[in-house]
């Protein structure tokens, strides 16, 4: 969790790791989903604000939440 | 007043010295600064960068003894002057250290480790310092034959670093891999080949600079983002990560560490992983200059005893960018230091 908080990501979804020194690009809906998670917002309130912003149904949002967050785990951005 | 500096490690190839970036910081760091260039190599780019060096010097090789370095050093004094010596070569750093109290009588100031210091370092010394700073260090093994070379192989597992004692490091995949590195390596760098765990996890390093009384007066880390077939950076970023910077604080409190210091790392979380202390500064010191913490102009001044303020934090996300420079002399440059060993900037 520490590792997102210190996320460092500008508005056109630049990602920068202060510790690792790590960057990565970002589209609109990764971007929305990290700052969400470093909001500390839950998967289903991030997949509902998802369902706000784009023209996704909720189950879909969902799932594709959840498979981006097994990412970041993956590359050990998220706990 | 005018402070006279020698530098060595002036070479600018793919594999640099740090001695043109550690003129370039000392520059920098006041108009009162005449730079030397100390050389082993005719060729050595910091011999013709007059805009850097004032002087340049061709010095006998180390393995020649002491005597005849320090006869070339006391010419300098005399003829241009000589109050700080920052000697950047490894193979060069054993004499420097043995001597520095002699040269210090003569007025020649320098600040560098102790002998045990420098041992406490070494690749063989490495696994216990690295126990004693509760950080992990690879499985290492030296090896002088191909025989030792496959028990190493079947105790470390492959793949595995194979190493040179002082300089390169190659990834080896398969026995044969390993074996065409360990006879490529020991052509070049000589025995023992050294054999080493691959460590998982992101390649840190750390500069910095210890007073000799446990603390650090200064320290830049960073993450080599493109680097050179031999691993030397191309595009490099500051970071901040708390368990690299705790280590090389407790590197430096543990050992009373004297003078400049460059730590290479494997960081996995908070799991630190130790893969080398070198004993000077690398050649990327001037990325730490370049964001406002001068290490060699530090390294100057507590040679000289004058009191050196602790540098401040440095920001994560400082962007690093080396480039090749070419410069234009004339045959007669190189002629003069061929024939004199010595050439003097117009």
Known sequence: ?79 | MTIYVAISGINASDNPGPGVPVAKSLLAASADIKTIGLSYDLHDAGNYLDDLFDSSFILPYPSGGWDGIVAKLRHIKQTVGLDVIIPCLDAELPLYIKYQDALAKEGILTFLPTVGQFKQRTKENLALLSKNLDLQHPQTQGVINIEQLQKALDKIQLPVYVKGNYYEAFPAFTKYEAISHFTKIANKWGFPVLVQEVVTGEELNVVGVGDGNGATVGMVAIKKLTTTTLGKIWNGVTIQNPALLNAAKQFVKTSNWRGPFELECIVDDNRVTLIEINPRFPAWVYFATGIGINLPEQIVQLAMGKPCAKAGDFAAGKLYIRHTSEQICDIADLSLLACSGERHGS
């Open chain 1, 1 to 79: 969790m520490q590792k997102i908080k210190d996320l460092a990501i500008n508005d056109a979804g630049f990602a920068f790791d202060p510790t690792t020194g790590a960057s990565f690009t970002l589209n609109e809906v990764a971007t929305q989903i990290i700052s969400s998670l470093k909001d500390q917002d839950d998967l289903q309130l991030i997949s509902l604000k998802l369902t706000e912003m784009f023209e996704v149904d909720f189950e879909q949002a969902y799932q594709d939440v959840q498979e981006f967050v097994e990412q970041l785990k993956t590359y050990k951005i998220y706990s």
